[in-house]
Each structure stands twice: as C-alpha cells, then as structure tokens.
C-alpha cells in the first residue's frame, strides 16, 4: 500500500532564506506527484505537478524535483517571504487501476519576518 | 482559479439528521471527489465520480452517499450524521488522472453536536 509522508511536520525560517520541503513514498510505481499550498481555513491550491517521466518541474520560486526510484520529492523555495508562510502537501498518484490520489499530511512552514 | 463552488460553507447541524452537501464545478471537468479533512489524518478520499452516475467508494466511505446526475454537480450526502463526521469536507476536481491536477475547493466546514 502506497505512503506518503512528509518531514518535518512544522518549519520556521527566517525571511529571505532558501529552503527545501521534503516528501517520501514507498511505492515508484506512479503516474505522478503534486505539490500543494494550504492557507489556513482555505482549500489547496495546486503549486507544480511532475508526471513520472519528469525529473523536475519549476515556477517562479518553487522547484520540484522527483527521484522516483528513491520514492522522494522536494520542493525547493528560493528568497522565502513570508506570504510563503502556509501548510504545503505533496500528493502522488499511484499508476495502477486505482484512480485515488495519496496524500502526505503536510509540513506547516512559518516564515520569520 | 478553477471554477469549483462549494455549499454550504458552513453548518450546523444535530447527530442524526440528514445532510448535504453539494459541490458545483464549471469547468466540465470528468472527475470529481470528495475528501475529509481532519488533524493528525489529512486528507481522506471518501467518495469519487469518474463521470455522470459512475462513482466508487474511497478510503472511509462508510456512513456517506454520493450522486452526480449532471456533470457540473457532485453531490455528498450524509444519511443519519455522526459526530464523528464533524470534519472539513472537501471537492475536487481533474480533467484526467494521468497527466492533469486535482483542484480544490475552499470546503465546507461541518460540525455535528
């Protein structure tokens, strides 16, 4: 059965800094990963999705990179502000007949001004 | 943003009383799923729809119905609520499952006393 997890559970940085968020799974068989942002009180909103063929995804910011063979996924967050400052999940979806997304429980990040 | 309405946004409501909830999209996307959302579990899937009255059971579907008899509307309903089902209930939508994102919407936040 496929799992994700993510450490840690909370960050705090300071403003300006470059940091990573990391995501685990125990299965490389997947159609792809999905990185998230939740604000408080609010849904997700979708950052960057990596199909399984992709090594790495970019927008602005944030970079995603997936080493499927190794089940890991980080997301990168370069000059962090503290708009940044959010609840981020990965999620990956698993390439068999299922159609379910699994979901990681979250890293909860605190940008210091 | 994509075009996902979620209703009620809040309620209220008492321990075996019906209740629904209804999540509209107008992007004509095919899939659409619910999801609960609760500290220390994350996001569980709890019912999908993978086209109009095509629907399967997630990962705690016990205790909730669904129904999608247009495109636009996915319906979660809960028969007799529990207090267990006090939670933040989510939908979201994708145009596939290989290769395009799930989108959220904002949820609905539901207490049963």
């Known amino acids: 059965k496929q799992e994700v997890t993510q450490i840690p559970a909370a960050l705090s940085v300071p403003e300006g800094e470059n940091l990573v968020l990391n995501c685990s799974f125990t299965?490389?068989?997947?159609?792809?990963l999905q990185w998230f942002r939740q604000d408080p009180g609010k849904g997700l909103t979708s950052l960057l999705l990596?199909?399984?063929?992709?090594r790495e995804q970019t927008s602005g910011r944030l970079n995603a990179s997936l080493d499927k063979s190794s089940g890991r996924s980080t997301l990168y967050i370069a000059a962090s502000q503290p708009g940044d400052s959010a609840t981020y999940l990965c999620?990956?979806?698993?390439?068999?007949?299922?159609?379910?997304?699994?979901f990681g429980k979250g890293t909860r990040l605190h940008i210091l001004p | 943003d994509a075009g996902i309405t979620q209703s009620p946004r809040h309620k209220v409501t008492e321990t075996g009383t019906p209740v629904t909830l209804r999540c509209h999209q107008t992007?004509?996307?095919?899939?659409m799923y619910w999801y609960r959302q609760d500290p220390g579990h994350g996001l569980r899937l709890i019912h999908y729809?993978?086209?109009?009255?095509?629907?399967d059971k997630g990962e705690v579907s016990d205790g909730y119905s669904v129904s999608r008899s247009k495109t636009e509307d996915f319906l979660l309903t809960l028969e007799s609520a529990t207090s267990s089902q006090t939670s933040v209930y989510f939908c979201?939508?994708?145009?596939?499952?290989?290769?395009?994102?799930?989108?959220f919407g904002d949820g609905t936040r539901l207490s049963i006393l």
């Open positions: 992007e004509n996307h095919r899939y």
């Open positions: 299965d490389s068989a997947i159609y792809n």
């Open positions: 999620a990956v979806r698993p390439s068999n007949r299922d159609d379910k997304i699994i």
């Open positions: 990596i199909q399984s063929s992709q």
């Open positions: 729809s993978y086209g109009v009255k095509d629907t």
């Open positions: 979201a939508i994708s145009e596939s499952i290989v290769n395009q994102p799930q989108h």
